[in-house]
T-cell receptor
Framework: AQSVTQLGSHVSVSEGALVLLRCNYS??????LFWYVQYPNQGLQLLLK??????LVKGINGFEAEFKKSETSFHLTKPSAHMSDAAEYFC????????????FGTGTLLAVQP | EAGVAQSPRYKIIEKRQSVAFWCNPI?????LYWYQQILGQGPKLLIQ????????DSQLPKDRFSAERLKGVDSTLKIQPAKLEDSAVYLC??????????FGPGTRLLVL
């Protein structure tokens, strides 16, 4: 079955430290890949996406992610965490086909310590 | 550009009652999705519309959930009767291309 795995349901970093949120997908065919952020009591906001082309994708708020086909990974990074980055982050995959169904990971809650 | 609108934002009902949620997608977006997000989990697709036709409703519990999208714009999702396990956030999303879905703020449902 197609799935998305996010390692670490909770990640805590210090302000100014590197943020690394991990995402792996299960498919030999490169899908479309997305990272969404969800702030408390809000909907999902698109951070960045990979469809085709350059494997290093830059998004909003200083985040970026790299698609690595050999590792079936799409990890999210930010060089320096800010307090406002505290939120829940979801990796999602669109495997294509007849529908554009997004399959989401279980999410990673990012805490940023002062 | 206005985003996806949803109402109500919060709803508390007792089990066995009925409830309805409303979604207005981004103008021009032909595809509309309803997701269920249970606490601690990622969103799960319930139903997908292309214009006013259903593309995928394989995960919709059809004995109690129903959805419609009249005139290919607004959509309503109904639960009747509600169960305790229906407590969740119900997210509506829309898309213009096959790539990117844009989400509304969600409706937080609590069933007591």
């Amino acid at each position: 079955a197609q799935s998305v795995t996010q390692l670490g349901s909770h990640v805590s970093v210090s302000e100014g430290a590197l943020v690394l949120l991990r995402c792996n997908y299960s498919s030999s065919v490169p899908p479309y890949l997305f990272w969404y952020v969800q702030y408390p009591n809000q909907g999902l906001q698109l951070l960045l996406k990979y469809t085709t082309g350059a494997t290093l994708v830059k998004g909003i708020n200083g985040f970026e992610a790299e698609f690595k086909k050999s590792e079936t990974s799409f990890h999210l990074t930010k060089p320096s965490a800010h307090m406002s980055d505290a939120a829940e982050y979801f990796c999602a995959v669109n495997y294509g086909g007849a529908t554009n169904k997004l399959i989401f990971g279980t999410g990673t809650l990012l805490a940023v310590q002062p | 550009e206005a985003g996806v609108a949803q109402s109500p934002r919060y709803k508390i009902i007792e089990k066995r009652q009925s409830v309805a949620f409303w979604c207005n997608p981004i103008s021009g977006h032909a595809t509309l999705y309803w997701y269920q997000q249970i606490l601690g989990q990622g969103p799960k697709l319930l139903i997908q519309f292309q214009n006013n036709g259903v593309v995928d409703d394989s995960q919709l519990p059809k004995d109690r959930f129903s959805a419609e999208r009249l005139k290919g714009v607004d959509s309503t999702l109904k639960i009747q009767p509600a169960k305790l396990e229906d407590s969740a956030v119900y997210l509506c999303a829309s898309s213009f291309t096959e790539e990117t879905q844009y989400f509304g703020p969600g409706t937080r449902l609590l069933v007591l």
